[in-house]
C-alpha cells in the first residue's frame, strides 16, 4: 500500500484547509486510516482515524470540532478538512494506513507528509 499525502501549506491563524491522501494497493480499501502530525520538536501525535467502514470516528481532544476525516472510496482517497486554524496546528502532517488507533505503532503504512504551518 502506498500513501501520498498532499494539501499542506502557509495560512493564517482561523483559516482552513483540506488535506488529501491518496492511496494505492490491492486492500487499500479494506484497510483502516488515520492522521498524525508532527511539530517542531514534538513527537508524532494522533490526529484523527477511520475504521474501514467509515462507520467510526476518533479525534483528538485539541482538534474535536474543528477537523473533520472522510473518505471517497472511488477516488481512493483520505481527507481531512482542518477549519480554524491555530498556530499550534502548526506540523507535517502524516496519512497512515493500516490500523484503527490513536498509537503510532498501530499503523502499517505512511505517507511522506505534508507540511501545514499558520501564522498568527
Known amino acids: 500500500v502506498q500513501l501520498q499525502a498532499s494539501g499542506g501549506g502557509l495560512v493564517q491563524a482561523g483559516a482552513f484547509l483540506r488535506l488529501s491522501c491518496v492511496t494505492s494497493?490491492?486492500?487499500?480499501?479494506?484497510?483502516?486510516m488515520g492522521w498524525f502530525r508532527q511539530g517542531p520538536g514534538k513527537e508524532r501525535e494522533f490526529v484523527a482515524a477511520?475504521?474501514?467502514?467509515?462507520?467510526?470516528?476518533l479525534y483528538a481532544d485539541s482538534v474535536k470540532g474543528r477537523f473533520t476525516m472522510s473518505r471517497d472510496f472511488a477516488k481512493s482517497t483520505v481527507y481531512l478538512q482542518m477549519n480554524s486554524l491555530t498556530p499550534e496546528d502548526t506540523a507535517i502532517y502524516y496519512c497512515?494506513?493500516?490500523?484503527?488507533?490513536?498509537?503510532?505503532?498501530?499503523?502499517?503504512?505512511w505517507g511522506q507528509g505534508t507540511l501545514v504551518t499558520v501564522s498568527s
Open positions: 497512515a494506513a493500516g490500523g484503527f488507533s490513536k498509537i503510532v505503532s498501530d499503523y502499517r503504512y
Open positions: 494497493g490491492r486492500t487499500s480499501s479494506t484497510y483502516g
Open positions: 477511520m475504521t474501514s467502514s467509515i462507520n467510526t470516528q
